[in-house]
């Protein structure tokens, strides 16, 4: 038996964000990232809204790029003090991602951080909140995702955190927030997006209801990112709705190799964080000639070529290449400033890294660690990837 797990309720278009005026409780916390949701002014009018459902309400400001545990530590805390009925998160993916693991450390205190990180195994959820999530970003979709993302610093990895638990009760897609996004964001998250869609699609737990999500969700990226990372508003709202289909889609037929090695590469250099839609970015042409060996894969990359209008897999691969450059993405590990001395140290362990992410169970290949350790240094030089 499968399982297909949306919110129960998703508003979209302008002015959704009014939708907060009829939620029912009587406390709600606001999660909120840096300062850009207030300098807009989203964050009031969050926080007006759920006033007018006579709520009392509650702030937790400044959750980093990539969360901590930590910092979802201390949010949980907050909640344990204040003891909303709603939680509700605004902001990019690591906002939301943030309010969903405190989310859990509110509702069960005693959990441990290393309790959650077997997939599919939390708590039962909403005995004491709700969850509301409305992104600013295209890329993520965590609004829509049974997934958070958490990073510890301590170790240099980010672990995806995965159950249906934490898929948000409400999502609310307003496309005035994404607006606002800056151009070089705006080409991270967008190919955040399609590399949900592609891996979504590829993935072995692909069912026909994430098939069609995930080949719309393509079709409207590649037809609008390049207009959305130029400034053009109604591109924009299209790719609001184009990330949100990917992750409804990949939340369900979950995700492979590239969001594994996104994930444990992303803080892992002492030069510089890798931004996760940029990783992805990177990745993912290389990714897709190393699963193409697989004859499963290799038909579902020419159904997604097909969909494009592409002639075969070496098309796809140069379209994705095509979309880095024109948007500045490097097409190297070696071009993003990762120096070759600590690549080459840390390469064993972040291949047995990358093969222990959740994500990788999904993949059409499933690689070695040989065959990782030879995937990182072509991603890394650039190579063809021939095995």
């Not at 606001?30 to 006033?51: E, H, P, T």
């Not at 097909?306 to 097409?331: H, Q, T, W, Y």
């Amino acid at each position: 038996m499968a399982r297909f797990t949306l919110p129960r309720d998703i508003y979209y278009g302008r002015d959704a964000l009014d939708e907060l005026k009829n939620l029912k409780g009587s406390k709600a916390i606001v999660v909120v990232g840096g300062g850009s949701m207030k300098r807009f002014g989203f964050l009031d009018k969050v926080i007006a809204n759920l006033q007018a459902a006579g709520m009392e309400t509650c702030l937790f400001e400044g959750v980093e790029p990539d969360p901590s545990v930590e910092t979802v530590m201390k949010g949980a805390q907050m909640m344990r003090e204040f003891g909303p009925d709603w939680i509700v998160s605004i902001g990019g993916g690591s906002p939301i991602d943030a309010a969903k693991a405190m989310w859990v450390f509110y509702e069960y205190p005693d959990v441990k951080f290393e309790d959650l990180l077997t997939p599919f195994s939390f708590p039962t959820l909403r005995t004491k909140a709700k969850f509301v999530a409305i992104p600013s970003t295209s890329g993520t979709a965590t609004e829509v995702t049974a997934f958070s993302v958490i990073t510890d610093y301590q170790k240099g990895i980010k672990y995806p955190l995965a159950d249906f638990n934490i898929t948000p009760d409400v999502a609310i897609v307003d496309p005035a927030l994404a607006e606002t996004m800056p151009q070089k964001l705006t080409a991270h998250t967008g190919m955040d997006a399609l590399t949900h869609a592609i891996e979504a699609y590829v993935s072995t737990a692909a069912t026909p209801f994430t098939d069609p999500l995930a080949l719309k969700a393509i079709q409207m990226v590649v037809q609008y990112l390049p207009a959305s990372y130029e400034g053009c508003m109604n591109a924009r709202e299209q790719m609001h709705y184009a990330q949100c289909l990917a992750g409804m889609a990949f939340s369900n037929a979950l995700l492979g190799i590239v969001h594994s090695m996104a994930h444990k590469t992303g803080a892992a250099f002492s030069t510089g964080h890798i931004p996760h839609g940029c990783a992805n970015a990177i990745y993912l042409p290389y990714v897709i000639q190393y699963n193409a060996k697989d004859m499963r894969a290799a038909k579902r990359y020419e159904d997604i070529a097909n969909a494009l209008g592409l002639d075969g897999v070496p098309a796809l691969c140069a379209k994705i290449d095509e979309f880095n450059k024109r948007m500045g993405i490097p097409k190297t590990l070696k071009e993003f400033g990762v120096e070759e001395a600590e690549f080459k140290s840390k390469l064993s362990d972040i291949a047995k890294n990358a093969i222990g992410d959740a994500c990788t169970g999904s993949n059409p290949r499933i690689p070695t660690q040989e065959e990782m350790e030879q995937l990182f240094p072509a991603i890394y030089y650039g190579d063809k990837i021939d095995f």
